[in-house]
């Protein structure tokens, strides 16, 4: 039996490097984590979000402790130890998010705690990656929505994540930060739109991007656009853009039950690469 939470430890220091190496081995499935680590590891600030298991030069496991629950590299015996550290502390995380099996060995310590402030379940989320060139739909004029768009580009991304998330993210303060963030994406040229008359139809971020990958959050059509091919046309020409602007290689990940947007995605060429699992507080 593991010591609660005996060997997990703030990540610091020399561990830092090691840590990189570790989530880089499987940057597919580690973007939207690894991406906060390289992130945190420019500014020197590691400790706050992330803890380690094994050695500084051997790690056998990260967990990310921000927005997000996540471990990265963990074994069998690191998702358990990590899952321990857990079930006695507060929880400050929005949701646990990670490789479905992996998920599922570190909540299971974790449940008896925390499953009273579960919202949902999303055990079965498709992974997918888009490693073939697409094949060639209609030309939507799909482009990267620039500075000065941001009034036209926020209520379209409210609307997802108000429809992906079940939650509003302008409780609170209004939507300054989730206007901040929305900033942030168009500024660094990774919001992607097919715009007419100032109206957006389609809109699409890449929301993390790590070693090799930039994962595609926050795909969004309007009512009343979809079931028109909208959608698989732009995500075939978003595929080739974010190639040429970002990364090489685009995944994302779609709930199970999302039949419209998986068949878009497989008409834009991409396939499934792995399962990833959501649990919303």
């Known amino acids: 039996m593991f ?78 130890e990590f899952g321990r550290h857990l079930a006695g502390r507060s929880r400050r995380s929005s949701s646990v998010v990670g490789p479905r099996q992996a998920v599922e060995a570190m909540w299971a310590p974790m449940a008896p705690t925390w499953a009273g402030q579960v919202r949902e379940y999303r055990w079965s989320q498709p992974l997918l990656v888009a490693d073939e060139t697409p094949a060639a739909l209609a030309d939507v004029g799909l482009r990267r929505a620039r500075p000065g768009e941001e009034s036209a580009v926020f209520p379209a991304a409210v609307a997802m994540f108000r429809e992906e998330v079940g939650a509003d993210p302008t409780r609170g303060d209004g939507g300054r930060s989730y206007g901040n963030r929305v900033t942030e994406l168009i500024r660094a040229g990774r919001t992607y739109v097919v715009m007419h008359d100032g109206l957006v139809l389609f809109k699409a971020d890449v929301g993390a991007i790590f070693g090799p990958v930039a994962q595609v959050h926050g795909v969004w059509v309007r009512p009343g656009h979809r079931s028109r091919g909208l959608g698989r046309a732009a995500m075939a020409q978003l595929v080739s853009q974010v190639r040429a602007d970002l990364a090489p290689q685009v995944s994302l990940y779609v709930n199970d039950f999302n039949e419209p947007a998986r068949r878009a995605y497989a008409a834009a060429g991409f396939h499934e690469a792995g399962e990833l699992s959501t649990i919303l507080f």
Request: hydrophobic share 45%; glycine share 14%.
């Open 3 to 80: 010591r609660r939470g005996g060997r997990v430890r703030p990540l610091r220091g020399a561990a830092v490097d090691p840590a990189l190496s570790l989530a880089l081995e499987e940057p597919v499935l580690n973007t939207l984590g690894g991406a906060r680590l390289a992130e945190l590891a420019r500014a020197g600030s590691t400790a706050a979000e992330f803890s380690v298991l094994g050695e500084d030069d051997a790690p056998e496991g990260l967990l990310w402790h921000g927005v997000n629950l996540s471990p990265l590299g963990a074994g069998p015996e690191a998702l358990e």
